[in-house]
């Protein structure tokens, strides 16, 4: 089976401070991985995905996250928050063979301006 | 490109009424799903098609619960009748095909009373 835990269910960064938003999953089969982002009152659009094929993937408004097997790990971060940035994060884990996604419980992430 | 779309955006209804979502995949997109997204939670699988065969609905409530997608294109999900613990947001998402990136709605927030 597999399952995705997001620590922190809310993150607060200064603007122009690092983002880290930290994920793991289990998976006993190696996996696609995602982060997807949602703001209020909106359908969540992917930032970026991992399919095995280079660790460290980059995605749209500066995102990226690198793909740590040995961790088990596909943690998101950013080097300077933006207001922008403000919304719910998920990460989520697919079976390469499969189509159902797993979503962890999301991490919601405030920038402090 | 159109995206994903999703009617009505909200519903607001008495418990024991019915409701129906709407959804519109991208076009060309053989695989669609359903979500139920509870607050503060990410998405959970209720329903998959594979054109127009539902290939897992596992998490389908069958006894209130229904779906179609009879062309294979657009799909109606359906409570019947709907209790208070149905509220939540309804999304819909699709995708080209198998392990392919999901594509998502912007949902239908839906409040039984």
């Known amino acids: 089976a597999q399952s995705v835990t997001q620590l922190g269910s809310h993150v607060s960064v200064s603007e122009g401070a690092l983002v880290l938003l930290r994920c793991n999953y289990s998976s006993s089969v190696p996996p696609y991985l995602f982060w997807y982002v949602q703001y209020p009152n909106q359908g969540l659009q992917l930032l970026l995905k991992?399919?095995?094929?280079?660790?460290l993937v980059k995605g749209i408004n500066g995102f990226e996250a690198e793909f740590k097997k040995s961790e088990t790990s596909f943690h998101l971060t950013k080097p300077s928050a933006h207001m922008s940035d403000a919304a719910e994060y998920f990460c989520a884990v697919s079976e390469v063979a499969g189509n159902q996604f797993y979503f962890g419980t999301g991490t919601s992430l405030t920038v402090i301006p | 490109e159109a995206g994903v779309v999703q009617s009505p955006r909200y519903k607001i209804i008495e418990k024991k009424q019915p409701v129906a979502f709407w959804c519109n995949p991208i076009?060309?997109?053989?695989?669609l799903y359903w979500y139920r997204q509870n607050l503060g939670q990410g998405p959970e699988l209720l329903i998959r098609y594979e054109n127009e065969e539902a290939v897992d609905d596992s998490q389908l409530p069958k006894d209130r619960f229904s779906a179609e997608r009879l062309k294979g294109v657009d799909s109606t999900l359906k409570i019947q009748p709907a209790e208070l613990g149905d509220s939540a947001v309804y999304l819909c998402?699709?995708?080209?095909?198998?392990?392919?990136?999901?594509?998502f709605g912007p949902g239908t927030r839906l409040l039984v009373l």
């Open positions: 991992y399919t095995s094929a280079a660790t």
């Open positions: 998402a699709s995708s080209p095909g198998l392990a392919e990136t999901q594509y």
């Open positions: 076009s060309g997109h053989n695989t």
